[in-house]
């Protein structure tokens, strides 16, 4: 079945350590995009790639770094530098032309010990 | 930024009794999206309506849109159990296919 796969469903990190968020789709979509959720709040874009080797800063893209090597994958790494990493991350991807839903994944929560 | 903000932010409600949620945005835009989120999921499109749409309508879903007051409303008819959920709109005011999402509204269905 066509979807998105994120893993792990669950990541501590340690202090002063990066961790890598992994996302695959095989919906052939060219857009993909990672979301932070806090609780009781909504969504808010990390970054987005339109097309490989291609991405832009959303509007908290400070401690996350992201690369886009192939269509089907978007990983996203939490650096050290992000101070609050703690949070349930989203990655979505959507097809080309306007209009266009997105398909989301399970999430991934991350959390410090 | 938030552009959507949904209203009420929780409700709860008995099975069989309609829910009503609302979404007001700022900026003009070509599509507004409502979503749903079970605890602990992703999110599942529920229903897009274009800003040339008034009125959208999915199984027990109805979505309107008002682009003179920059509101939209999701109503959930004959409401179950299993509706119980965040609800979240967004619009496409960010570009380039990106959303921006609101707060949500959580919505409680008693059995």
């Known amino acids: 079945d066509g979807g998105i796969t994120q893993s792990p469903k669950y990541l501590f990190r340690k202090e002063g350590q990066n961790v890598t968020l992994s996302c695959e789709q095989n919906l052939n979509h060219d857009a993909m995009y990672w979301y932070r959720q806090d609780p009781g709040q909504g969504l808010r874009l990390i970054y987005y790639s339109q097309i490989v080797n291609d991405f832009q800063k959303g509007d908290i893209a400070e401690g996350y770094s992201v690369s886009r090597e192939k269509k089907e994958s978007f990983p996203l790494t939490v650096t050290s530098a992000q101070k609050n990493p703690t949070a349930f991350y989203l990655c979505?991807?959507?097809?080309?032309?306007?209009?266009?839903?997105?398909?989301f994944g399970d999430g991934t929560r991350l959390s410090i010990l | 930024s938030q552009q959507g903000e949904e209203d009420p932010q929780a409700l709860s409600i008995q099975e069989g009794e309609n829910a009503t949620m609302n979404c007001s945005y700022k900026?003009?835009?070509?599509?507004l999206q409502w979503y749903r989120q079970n605890s602990g999921r992703g999110l599942v499109h529920l229903i897009l309506?274009?800003?040339?749409?008034r009125e959208k309508h999915s199984g027990r879903l109805r979505v309107t849109l008002d682009t003179s007051k920059k509101s939209s409303s999701l109503l959930i008819t004959a409401s179950r159990a299993a509706d119980t959920a965040s609800y979240f709109c967004a619009t496409d005011a960010g570009g380039g296919n990106k959303l921006v999402f609101g707060a949500g509204t959580i919505l409680r269905v008693k059995s």
């Open positions: 979505a991807s959507t097809g080309t032309g306007g209009n266009q839903p997105q398909h």
């Open positions: 900026t003009s835009i070509n599509n």
């Open positions: 309506i274009r800003s040339n749409e």
